[in-house]
């Protein structure tokens, strides 16, 4: 009878840190996209400040963030870029996970020329 409670007890403890692992292995996918996604964003928005920027594209990028095709993309980065008559220039970059397709991260912002 002691035998069967304490497999019982490490059943259940095993159960416990099964759901842990799996919860901890979506939280470490979730951050690594946040973080590739802030680095795609900020170098975008870099390019867009120094005028190195085609307007309203769509790039696609794998997972070490190389530059490549529709077919091969892990994120695809959007921008678009918009002029304003008093030299305020207005500009959105937005990161998305194409596998689902779903916005990670985004930056709207200006900047003077």
Known sequence: M????SLLIFA???CVCAAII???SSSI??????SNALILSQNKAELIKSGKYNDNDT??????LKSVEKENAVYSAVSAVSSK???VTEYTVEI?????????YN???AYYS
């Open 107 to 109: 930056i709207n912002s």
């Open 29 to 34: 996918s979730e951050s690594r996209d946040m």
């Open 59 to 64: 790039e696609y990028y794998n997972a070490d």
């Open 12 to 14: 259940v403890c095993a």
């Open 85 to 87: 008559d008093n030299g």
């Open 22 to 24: 799996a919860k901890a």
């Open 2 to 5: 002691e035998l069967m409670i």
């Open 96 to 104: 998305y996970r194409t596998a689902d397709n779903k916005l990670i």
